[in-house]
């Protein structure tokens, strides 16, 4: 598949197909039993879920002619980063996914860095 291949119609095709095998019983099951023996950390989430949600969209993303294993998740997530910058949706979708694996991160909403906030607060 060349890069020309990869409109922003095919891959939020492809995000969606991703998101409905997430989804399925068995996925649903497979990442539940990860998730109870990670928690919230990120590095076990990266060891245990990450895996997991890459082997599902390696299975998706060959149905659209990318090559099988590392080689095609990687052009595949080059040509995304792409489309992500220039399309909202795209970048939500591919947000969704990333929302399987990886924790939620709490947004600082103060312009002081945590040392400055704590050095005002004493």
Do not use: C, W
Not at 2 to 10: E, Q, R
Not at 11 to 22: F, G, P, V, Y
Not at 97 to 120: D, Q, R
């Amino acid at each position: 598949m060349s890069k020309t291949d990869l409109t922003p119609v095919v891959a939020m095709e492809i995000l969606n197909k991703t998101l409905e095998e997430l989804q399925t019983p068995a996925n649903v099951q497979k990442l539940e039993e990860a998730r109870d023996n990670v928690g919230n950390e990120m590095l076990k989430m990266m060891q245990f879920l990450f895996p997991i949600v890459m082997q599902i969209q390696m299975d998706v993303i060959r149905e659209y002619g990318y090559a099988e294993g590392r080689e095609g998740i990687i052009k595949f997530s080059q040509m995304l980063r792409s489309l992500e910058r220039e399309d909202p949706e795209i970048s939500r979708l591919h947000s969704l996914i990333k929302s399987y694996y990886l924790p939620p991160v709490s947004v600082h909403t103060t312009s002081e860095s945590p040392v400055e906030e704590k050095a005002n607060s004493t």
